[in-house]
């Protein structure tokens, strides 16, 4: 759950927009912007030549063009990558196909919650923190990752509100105790 910046935010926004103001629009964009996240997971030179500053401007666009044309991409979706291209924005792809679809989760009601733990949790552990999240905030989708550097508990991060409670966590929040106390 990478933070979007402010501009691949306005751009996603500027498609969906797009997309929701055309009646039978929003289904298709919306599958192409799965479809080119996919694309981008699987080709590195793709994600390269959009990265690229040594690419020009129209060889980005030209490369999204044949990729809209080959994926069989709506015509929205093929304007709107060449658009992004043109400007000079193509780097931003990943970002803008992140926040297309996390606007289009919490205009569903959804919201994506990442959970670290020190261990894999359960089935019945994922349930638990989610119907638990579910109350605070609409319907709560996980995104579990592992980091044994935690000792023991989760840390849970939903939106902007970072919630520890981890091992490792309550002993740095002990030391900075003790470390003031000895200070004072």
């Not at 989610?130 to 840390?155: R, Y």
């Amino acid at each position: 759950m990478k933070a979007q910046s402010p501009l691949a935010r306005r751009y996603a926004a500027a498609l969906l927009d797009l997309a929701a103001g055309k009646r039978g629009h929003l289904a298709p964009v919306e599958a192409d912007v799965a479809a080119l996240n996919g694309l981008l997971a699987e080709s590195a030179d793709l994600r390269s030549a959009l990265a690229s500053p040594l690419v020009t401007r129209g060889d980005k666009a030209a490369v999204l063009a044949a990729v809209a044309k080959k994926a069989g991409f709506h015509d929205l979706t093929a304007r709107f990558l060449a658009v992004l291209a043109k400007r000079g924005r193509a780097y931003l792809l990943p970002e803008v196909l992140a926040a297309f679809s996390a606007e289009m989760a919490t205009r569903r009601g959804r919201v994506t919650a990442r959970v670290e733990s020190a261990h894999p949790l359960t089935a019945a552990q994922t349930k638990a923190i989610a119907k638990a999240l579910s109350t605070k905030a609409a319907q709560v989708e996980l995104e579990a990752a592992v980091n044994p550097a935690l000792l023991g508990g989760v840390v849970v991060t939903l939106g902007s509100v970072r919630m520890d409670d981890s091992l490792r966590g309550k002993l740095e929040r002990l030391r900075g105790r003790m470390e003031k106390d000895n200070a004072a």
